[in-house]
């Protein structure tokens, strides 16, 4: 799958467009393909290191915004 990654906190130039290995479903779990997102003032928040709880975000490789 194709996915805008943020790779550190910082600028836009950390997300990086790349693809990704599509996650595995269980068997109480479905799988959307996702066409377009949108970015909200949070998402800018996180992308900059300056969201709460950002430190618990950090642990999840890749971050995917949106």
């Given at each position: 799958m194709k996915a805008t990654v943020l790779e550190n906190f910082g600028s836009t130039d950390n997300l990086v467009y790349k693809?990704?290995?599509?996650?595995?479903?269980?068997?109480?779990?479905?799988l959307i393909n996702v066409k377009v997102i949108s970015i909200?003032?949070?998402?800018?928040?996180?992308?900059s290191?300056?969201?709460?709880?950002?430190?618990?975000?950090?642990?999840?490789?890749?971050?995917?915004?949106?």
């Open positions: 693809n990704l290995e599509k996650p595995l479903v269980k068997a109480n779990e479905v909200n003032p949070v998402d800018v928040k996180v992308r290191g300056q969201a709460p709880l950002v430190e618990d975000l950090a642990h999840h490789d890749p971050l995917i915004l949106g």
